[in-house]
């Protein structure tokens, strides 16, 4: 039996340094964005950190995989809400973001999807393929 062909696929970014410990990045066809150190390793207030949009990267996968899984398996949600928390500590005089935790929270259409529901959640712990360990709670 023939093993199954999966697509792959290349995302693009751009960086341009700014000043300090600030610069911007941007995608193709999508508006730039200021980024900067997190005030921990003295960086500047209100601008994204590398560290926040990864922890916001690996949210969002969650929630996408969830919603392509949900429609699946015709399960009905009317709201999908999450928290995600990174953990950045020092591994062998390296800094690493060494865990990231994940709290969805799930409102179903009807109280009979409620099995369906922890199934997928369930499954979500299972095929979540991230570098850095993933724990959906």
Known sequence: MEAKKYKS????NNLVWDRGRRGRTSAPG?????????????????????????VGALNGCLMLTFVALAQSKGLQFVAYESAAEGLLE???GKYRITEVSVQPNLVLKSEIDLDVAR??????RRIASF????RPR
Do not use: Q
């Open 9 to 12: 696929f290349r995302f693009r």
């Open 30 to 54: 999508k508006p730039e964005m200021e980024i900067g150190s997190p005030i921990e390793l003295k960086g500047e207030s209100g601008l994204w950190s590398p560290e926040e949009l990864l």
């Open 90 to 92: 020092n591994v062998d």
């Open 119 to 124: 199934t997928i959640m369930d499954s979500l």
């Open 131 to 134: 570098p850095i360990p993933l």
